[in-house]
């Protein structure tokens, strides 16, 4: 079949969360249910893909219903598509700030429609970019003279390096120099550390975790679940805990390692602020 499919509304399913399965994703809701076990069954009879669970998004950018008077989120509205599909799905989110009915929220996605006649050339210039989109560079090196110099002549370089003379081919070889240019000279950029130093993958991982436990004993209300969730509670406070100690201690042991006026000065005011969160009194050297 040359047709795409797209399927997208409320299906009233949980379909649980798998790793390397063509039809469910790892970043979804862990519960599933009968419905679930259903549509899953007729998107692989189907060769669908339900786009959801492909996406990492937090929590509440995933839950597609809530139900506020009992505290209640699960997600149930998908966007479905063929698992080889041209469509080139880039993003499936909630938009919070809309809400279709009481209940539900406006499920967003970003999709990339292809266009007749493309050559092979252009497909290549599309994976590029779509390679080089998330990057970010270290755009502060701009700053020196020297930077700017070799950024313009390793530019120039790789835009006469190549003669193309169709347009596309023209827009993705200066997309691609753009990107392996600023690659090469200024360095990527890694993402920037969050506020708290503290926080780490394990801690997000825990805390997910912890949500989703919650969720499940609040829709079922069963005994045998609140253990598990308290459990998980009691792990993931003694980690924030272990991890805001070992920064702390490691942030403590720098500063005091500080030697002169204003380094000294600055380790001060930043002791100071320590202080304020773990109680501990610590002199500049």
Same mark, same amino acid.
């Given at each position: 079949?040359?047709?795409?499919?797209?399927?997208?509304?409320?299906? #009233?399913?949980?379909?649980?969360?798998?790793?390397?399965?063509?039809?469910?994703?790892?970043?979804?809701?862990?519960?599933? #249910?009968?419905?679930?076990?259903?549509?899953?069954?007729? *998107?692989?009879?189907?060769?669908?893909?339900?786009?959801?669970?492909?996406?990492?998004?937090?929590?509440?950018?995933?839950?597609?219903?809530?139900?506020?008077?009992?505290?209640?989120?699960?997600?149930?509205?998908?966007?479905?598509?063929? +698992?080889?599909?041209?469509? +080139?799905?880039?993003?499936?989110?909630?938009?919070?700030?809309?809400? *279709?009915?009481?209940?539900?929220?406006?499920?967003?996605?970003?999709?990339?429609?292809?266009?007749?006649?493309?050559?092979?050339?252009?497909?290549?210039?599309?994976?590029?970019?779509?390679?080089?989109?998330?990057?970010?560079?270290?755009?502060?090196?701009?700053?020196?003279?020297?930077?700017?110099?070799?950024?313009?002549?390793?530019?120039?370089? %790789?835009?006469?390096? %190549?003669?193309?003379?169709?347009?596309?081919?023209?827009?993705?070889?200066?997309?691609?120099?753009?990107?392996?240019?600023?690659?090469?000279?200024?360095?990527?950029?890694?993402?920037?550390?969050?506020?708290?130093?503290?926080?780490?993958?394990?801690?997000?991982?825990?805390?997910?975790?912890?949500?989703?436990?919650?969720?499940?004993?609040?829709?079922?209300?069963?005994?045998?679940?609140?253990?598990?969730?308290?459990?998980?509670?009691?792990?993931?406070?003694?980690?924030?805990?272990?991890?805001?100690?070992?920064?702390?201690?490691?942030?403590? +042991?720098?500063?005091?390692?500080?030697?002169?006026?204003? %380094? *000294?000065?600055?380790?001060?005011?930043?002791?100071?602020?320590?202080?304020?969160?773990?109680?501990?009194?610590?002199?500049? +050297?």
């Amino acid at each position: 079949m040359t047709r795409e499919i797209i399927l997208f509304g409320e299906f #009233n399913s949980h379909t649980g969360t798998k790793v390397n399965n063509p039809v469910v994703g790892p970043y979804g809701e862990t519960r599933i #249910n009968d419905n679930g076990k259903r549509l899953i069954d007729l *998107c692989e009879s189907h060769n669908l893909r339900i786009t959801n669970g492909y996406l990492k998004h937090k929590m509440i950018h995933k839950y597609t219903w809530e139900q506020h008077t009992r505290n209640l989120k699960s997600i149930i509205d998908y966007i479905i598509v063929k +698992q080889k599909s041209k469509f +080139q799905i880039h993003d499936v989110r909630v938009q919070r700030g809309i809400n *279709c009915g009481s209940d539900h929220y406006v499920v967003r996605g970003k999709v990339y429609l292809p266009i007749r006649g493309r050559t092979s050339n252009t497909d290549k210039h599309e994976d590029n970019y779509e390679k080089f989109m998330h990057l970010k560079y270290n755009l502060d090196s701009f700053q020196h003279e020297s930077t700017q110099y070799l950024y313009k002549k390793r530019l120039d370089e %790789k835009l006469t390096a %190549k003669e193309e003379f169709d347009l596309t081919e023209i827009y993705g070889n200066i997309i691609q120099s753009l990107h392996e240019t600023a690659k090469e000279v200024l360095g990527e950029k890694y993402k920037r550390q969050s506020r708290k130093m503290w926080w780490t993958e394990e801690t997000e991982d825990l805390v997910e975790k912890k949500k989703e436990i919650y969720q499940k004993w609040l829709n079922t209300k069963r005994y045998e679940d609140k253990p598990e969730y308290l459990e998980i509670k009691r792990k993931t406070r003694r980690t924030i805990i272990a991890e805001k100690n070992e920064i702390w201690d490691r942030k403590y +042991q720098e500063i005091n390692t500080y030697i002169g006026g204003r %380094k *000294c000065s600055e380790a001060w005011k930043f002791i100071k602020k320590l202080e304020h969160q773990k109680k501990k009194v610590y002199t500049c +050297q």
